[in-house]
């Protein structure tokens, strides 16, 4: 079982270029979100989605996009990168996006806009 | 606004003695709290959570964690730590709506021999 996996591993892009990052779940969760990790802030949520169909925006989703075909994939875009967008992106899933539901990440994808 | 402050950037503890590490949150209702660590280069796993109940909450890999609901504290506590404990720990507070958790912005803590 591998969980949740992220591709690529890392990303080093030039500003303006559009960028997917993939995020791929086999647990069969409903529930899956993107995150960003800045150092001495957290992490802070892009977008999220509780079922294959439906997205949410969450703390920080301006010049991000995401779509959920299925229940297993989530991609996040970069539409035109910028460099405050250099990051560490964590996808996470979860069954079913309630108060009690555990949240599993993937390994994270450092993305680097010059 | 939810919120939530991890006051300490950054902890030294001797390898065998105890660990607290302070969270404290903003939250109008009655608040869903989670700790996580992240291992350098890894993703983040929840160690533990609380929702109702005991207010002292126990995790795995030995760490425990205590509501304390007139300080909005749940700070997070293990009696002798490892070196393998090295890493960042986040508090978290999840939102209305059960979807939306906010993170604090860690604590790494360094374990020395």
């Known amino acids: 079982i591998a969980g949740i996996t992220q591709a690529p591993t890392s990303q080093i892009l030039a500003a303006g270029r559009r960028m997917t990052l993939r995020c791929t779940q086999d647990m069969r969760h409903n529930a899956m979100y993107w995150y960003r990790q800045d150092l001495g802030l957290g992490l802070r949520l892009i977008h999220y989605s509780n079922t294959a169909g439906t997205t949410g925006k969450g703390e920080v989703p301006d010049g991000y996009s995401v779509s959920r075909a299925n229940t297993d994939d989530f991609p996040l875009t970069l539409a035109s990168a910028v460099p405050s967008q250099t990051s560490v992106y964590f996808c996470a899933s979860s069954e079913a996006g309630g108060f009690t539901d555990t949240q599993y990440f993937g390994p994270g994808t450092r993305l680097t806009v010059l | 606004a939810q919120s939530v402050t991890q006051p300490d950037i950054h902890i030294t503890v001797s390898e065998g003695a105890s660990l607290e590490l302070r969270c404290n949150y903003s939250y109008g209702a009655t608040p869903y709290l989670f700790w996580y660590v992240q291992s350098p280069g890894q993703g983040l796993q929840l160690l533990l959570k609380?929702?109702?109940?005991?207010?002292l909450v126990q995790g795995i890999k030995g760490f425990e964690a205590e509501f304390k609901r007139s300080q909005s504290s749940f700070n997070l506590r293990k009696p002798s730590v490892h070196w393998s404990d090295a890493a960042e720990y986040f508090c978290?507070?999840?939102?209305?709506?059960?979807?939306?958790?906010?993170f604090g912005a860690g604590t790494r803590l360094f374990v020395k021999a």
């Open positions: 978290a507070v999840m939102g209305t709506g059960g979807f939306k958790t906010i």
């Open positions: 609380y929702f109702s109940g005991d207010t």
